[in-house]
């Protein structure tokens, strides 16, 4: 996956907003391979809007929402065609969507590892890792149109059998589609969707 240049990465201010990483580039393969033509797409935290740049143009429409202004300042600059909300996860999202990626913050945080900059709502995923997680799976079903699914990157130090049992609680299934080693950590692609119903078949 081709990342940024190295005058692009200098662009962020890293206090402020997350540029992308391996975790960036490992959603945004398997969004590509997921996209199809038709869907109705949202990205969650969208960051510095590497995906959002290349996904806007394989499917029907694309918005995309971070809470962080840098982070839509960022992302406007780089995407621009890509209608922008400042949001906390769906709040104030009415829609649904046959697609939705997230990349939240998985990391495992203690109160003392928090600078009180804007990038820590990239990073801190509370002393689990799953808080902001664990948030947009219980609020996800309701904005997923039918047959929709969503791709959301987590980590090992999340704890994958968690998050996959999190998701079947609230009636759902989610399985790993795509994984890669990172340093001290391996890297998950879930892909999420409604469990069937008695007589439906999966698409």
Sequence with gaps: MPPYNRQEACDYIREEVYPPAEDTYLLLKAALAEARPEDRAMEIGCGGGAIARQLSSVVQCLIATDINPHALRATRARASEVPLVRADLFRGIKGRFDLILFNPPYLPFNPEERSGNWIDRALDG????????????????????????????????TGLPEVIEMASSLGMQAEAVLSERCFFEQLYVLRIRAKEKTGQKAQ
């Design 126 to 157: 509370g002393e689990s890792g799953r808080v902001t997680v664990d948030r947009f799976l219980q609020e996800l079903e309701d904005h997923l149109l039918e047959g929709g699914r969503a791709l959301m990157l987590i980590s090992s130090l």
